[in-house]
């Protein structure tokens, strides 16, 4: 079992054979010598973002509140 550092890293181990990889939908990118097929069967997983601090860093703080924001919208039907 591998973990890679990053999806391109996943994805290069992936086309060079050494097997599979378990991965989000939204960080593979489109590669038509990829098969993409879904887990049958199992509940959503849930992620999130970690980050060290919010003082100083404007932007970071802005994407932290859109996403809170956009996320409970979202579990609540919005």
Request: proline share 10%; net charge positive; no cysteine.
């Amino acid at each position: 079992m591998f973990f890679g550092e990053s999806p391109e890293a996943v994805i290069t181990l992936v086309k060079a054979g050494f097997g599979l990889a378990v991965m989000p939908r939204l960080l593979t990118p489109p590669d038509p010598e990829l098969v993409l097929r879904p887990l049958a069967g199992v509940e959503p997983l849930s992620f999130g973002i970690y980050y060290k601090s919010l003082k100083g860093n404007p932007v970071l703080r802005q994407f932290v509140a859109l996403m809170r924001r956009y996320h409970s919208g979202q579990e609540e039907g919005k």
